[in-house]
């Protein structure tokens, strides 16, 4: 490396070494009051205190206790949030309260030493819940295809916040962003496809970012207020999840350049990663109101979601392409042959697979097949050899092979990059790609190489670029970039000729890989529609906004990891000890002595993680709001065992604050209660005892794999639900089938809004019979029927043929895939609604069929 580039390398590092979460001060928008973990005496508090508290100066403040300057209700609520383990990684909003005659927001969060509360005006009257609830669903049900999402994204947010420019601001493998959706004012110049280089935004910045979710600058042109200690020699406050943090001087000065004053940043983070942001700008000063803010939030929630599982379903596609295109490729080939000349016969459909102009089998260093155009022998050796260390754990993939100057090399032919793919553990064997030059022109958001450093404190750093002129880079000498789907099929290819090796396997392998892709096609059939209905369940029972964002965004996070255990899975068998830890992680640190596991080896049948995360998720969040997880002295006993042939599960809290059972049946509730029995033929059970709340789960054999053989255990007395069915008949009865329990709900509650007083639900046929028939049998029998066409493992033409025989009108409700369902010839005329179903569509469908 020259003197230059390397002056670069450590300006760039030293951009990256600048403490931007201990700055010292705050933006003047809020204000911070940090106190002791015990929250009795202040610490820290911001110079402009006063103008919140109507207070003295600030010295007067440090030292005294936290009830001296703010009410008792808001310490109370503060002690509370503080026994959440969710205040140690995040900014909790507590809502709006009355400080010295003004409205402010208040949220808090906790250092290792510290708890940190900021003030913050509001700004506008609170907005209405419903309205808000309605903006989000209505995003929900555009989630579809993420680049329309992002468009649509953009423009919508624009609209709403006023802001002169909205973008989506997507990461590359390398750090270098991309704007990819924007929306802007029309005197504002277009950033829309250009790109920006990774030191615009340094590491440290990104892993805040993603932490905190949403970053503000209200101003940049407003001074920092100080942020004062009570120990001046007490190490700075780490503000890195204060939204007033002051945002370093380098970044103002690259906004100054920009001619930006304010900005709003929200991570979009996908599957752990940062994916990318929503860049909000704006050439005066502007701040969003905390109601915006957390809706804001909850969006990248969803996105990421959405996308994730967009990713998954590629991913799968790529995987099936591959499968059975190698399927083919071996299959046309004789298996007693060595596999070695199987291979070198397909490399023409593999160099097709990989988008390539020519393959080499390589063997201790030289040729033993070769197909296309490829790169002299000596060279191909060259590059096999050089590559050697990096491909025992990896693939290799180069866009430019001469920038590898490897001296024996004299020249690359007509290839300018590869892939490089080892194929066999125990001998040297490799397949290398090769691709020829494709040129290509890149537009940046200003020229990147222009790199100017500055000496400062820290050594020398860089200095954000002066122009943001759109720059034209010509690439040269370099082919297309293996993307993630090149690298994808490669693995799969290795995978498939390792298998090649044992014949026997071929079969086991096809089959597996179909049941994966079925399985997949089932999970992610239902899940739109299942994020539809948590957020609308959610919404009923909530008191306010940021107690539906809130939950809301926590439900599908669990669902999110619940959809990461699926994807990718399908047949593997997911331990319940590590569903467990997962979900309660904040308690299970080694001095924390309250919650104990105790349990066998076993695993969930992927399908079933879904319905026990979110169920577990909510004895979690109940246990830590007003259970056993809320206080230290607080026990939390889990046990599971075999029982009558499936798994019995018991929750137990005690020791913690006396229970009261809930007035209101809510969501979370339900969703304990019903769905492992409803949609798993399983048991449930939750009571309030005044000691601790209890909850049992019994889980049929079929969904549990025991890892190791099992001493049956000792059977405790569980108590049986029952079941009730309301004899009340006034308008009419309705039969619901449907397979998934929250979807179920959905439809009782649009069913309850037509009128139907009597509403019954039935997860498969045997259950939808008996019911019909004690209907038939009392002489009450159902008005009409809703029948979900494709159950977990049946179909639900059994079920519609009882309803014609009985002459009671139906209607079938397909999912997104059930065009190929053969429906018998007496069936195929019935009336059929698409999901998500709406109350309209159902509405007109049922005037068809009966009176309303
Ligand atoms: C932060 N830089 C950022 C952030 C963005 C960008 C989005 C997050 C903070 C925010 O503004 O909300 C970059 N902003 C962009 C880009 C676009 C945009 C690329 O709108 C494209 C349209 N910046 C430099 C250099 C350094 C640097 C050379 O250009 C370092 C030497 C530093 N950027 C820097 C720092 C932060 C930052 C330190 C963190 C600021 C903070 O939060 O304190």
Not at 38 to 65: K, M, W, Y
Not at 121 to 144: F, G, N, P, Y
């Amino acid at each position: 490396m020259n003197d230059l580039a390397s002056l670069h390398q450590l300006a760039l590092s030293n951009c990256s070494k600048e403490p931007i979460h201990i700055p010292g001060a705050i933006q003047s928008f809020g204000a911070v009051i940090a106190a002791d973990d015990a929250l009795e005496c202040i610490t820290h508090v911001s110079e402009n205190i006063r103008l919140f508290l109507h207070a003295p100066a600030p010295d007067d403040i440090l030292g005294q206790p936290l009830e001296a300057v703010l009410t008792g209700e808001l310490v109370h609520d503060l002690r509370n949030v503080c026994g959440l383990p969710s205040v140690l990684s995040q900014c909790e909003r507590l809502g709006s309260y009355d400080v010295c005659g003004q409205s402010v927001e208040v949220s808090v969060y906790r250092t290792s030493t510290r708890v940190v509360i900021e003030l913050e005006r509001c700004l506008a009257a609170r907005s209405r819940t419903s309205a808000s609830v309605i903006q989000v669903k209505a995003m929900i049900e555009q989630l579809d295809n993420p680049s329309e999402i992002l468009s649509m994204a953009v423009q919508e947010l624009r609209n709403r916040t006023g802001c002169d420019r909205v973008m989506a601001y997507r990461f590359a493998a390398d750090g270098a962003g991309e704007v990819v959706a924007e929306a802007r004012s029309n005197d504002m110049e277009p950033f829309l496809g250009l790109r920006y280089p990774a030191s615009d935004i340094p590491d440290q910045a990104k892993a805040l970012a993603q932490k905190t979710t949403i970053r503000v600058i209200e101003d940049v042109s407003s001074p920092a207020v100080l942020v004062l200690a009570l120990d001046p020699a007490e190490p700075q406050l780490d503000l890195s999840l204060a939204l007033t943090r002051r945002p370093s001087p380098i970044h103002i000065e690259y906004l100054n350049n920009m001619g930006v004053a304010a900005t709003t940043t929200v991570a979009i983070t996908v599957s752990g990663k940062l994916w990318g942001l929503f860049a909000f700008h704006h050439r005066q000063s502007k701040l969003l109101s905390a109601d915006f803010r957390s809706m804001l939030a909850l969006f990248s929630q969803l996105f990421s979601l959405r996308f994730q599982q967009v990713l998954a379903e590629e991913q799968f596609h790529d995987r099936k392409r591959t499968a059975s295109s190698l399927y083919h490729i071996v299959s046309s080939q004789s298996l007693d042959t060595d596999w070695k000349l199987t291979v070198a016969a397909a490399l023409p459909q593999l160099c097709q697979l990989l988008l390539a102009q020519g393959a080499a089998i390589v063997q201790n260093g030289s040729i033993l097949e070769a197909y296309g155009s490829i790169p002299t022998p000596a060279s191909v050796s060259a590059l096999v050899a050089h590559s050697q260390g990096p491909l025992e754990t990896d693939i290799v993939t180069l866009e430019s092979l001469a920038e590898l100057a490897l001296p024996e090399v004299a020249g690359w032919g007509e290839c300018a990059g590869a892939l490089l793919l080892s194929l066999t553990a125990d001998e040297p064997l490799y397949l290398v790609f090769f691709r020829g030059e494709v040129a290509r022109e890149i537009l940046w958001g200003g020229n990147p190489e222009k790199k100017e450093i500055q000496y400062g404190a820290f050594g020398p750093r860089l200095v954000p670029r002066a122009s943001f002129e759109a720059y034209k880079e010509m690439v040269e000498g370099r082919c297309t970039p293996w993307n993630r789907h090149n690298v994808a099929t490669a693995l799969e290819i290795r995978t498939e000729l390792f298998r090649l090796s044992e014949s026997r396997m071929q079969l086991f392998q096809q089959r597996q890989q179909n049941l994966l892709i079925s399985e997949l096609n089932h999970r992610v059939r239902n899940i739109l529609a299942l994020i539809r209905s948590i957020a609308r369940q959610t919404g009923e029972s909530a008191d306010s906004l940021t107690d539906y964002t809130q939950s809301l965004e926590r439900r599908i996070v669990a669902l999110a990891t619940a959809h990461d255990f699926g994807s990718g899975h399908a047949l593997e068998w997911p331990a319940i000890r590590r569903l467990l830890t997962i979900e309660l992680q904040p308690y299970l640190a080694e001095a924390d002595p309250r919650v104990t596991l105790i349990g066998p080896d076993v695993g969930f049948k992927a399908s079933f993680v879904p319905t026990f995360v979110l169920v577990l998720h909510e004895l979690v969040s109940n246990a830590a709001k007003y259970g056993s997880l809320s206080v230290m002295s607080g026990r939390l006993t889990v046990r599971w065992f075999v029982q009558a042939g499936g798994l019995s599960f018991q929750w137990k809290e005690s020791n913690g604050p006396t229970v009261v059972a809930p007035q209101r049946r809510g969501f979370g509730r339900d969703l304990i209660e019903r769905s492992i029995a409803y949609e798993f033929e399983g048991e449930s059970t939750l009571s309030f005892d005044a000691d601790g709340v209890c909850a049992t789960f019994w889980i049929p054999s079929s969904l549990v794999r025991w890892k190791k053989p099992l001493l049956v255990e000792p059977v405790p007395d569980m108590p049986r639900s029952v079941e009730t069915v309301p004899a009340k008949q006034v308008l009419g009865s309705v039969l619901v089938v449907e397979d998934n329990m929250l979807l179920a709900m959905e439809m009782e509650r649009c069913l309850q809004q037509l009128g139907f007083e009597q509403i019954d639900a039935a997860p498969n046929v045997a259950r939808a019979i008996a019911l019909i028939e004690k209907m038939q049998t009392q002489q009450t029998p159902y008005r009409v029927g809703i029948l979900d066409i494709e159950l977990k493992k049946e179909t639900s033409f059994e079920i519609a043929i009882a309803l014609q025989t009985h002459k009671i009108p139906f209607v079938f409700v397909t999912g997104y895939d059930s065009k190929h369902l053969e429906v018998p010839a007496s069936l195929k005329d019935m009336p059929r609604l698409q999901k998500p179903i709406d109350l309209v569509a159902l509405e007109k469908v049922f005037q068809t069929l009966i009176d309303l």
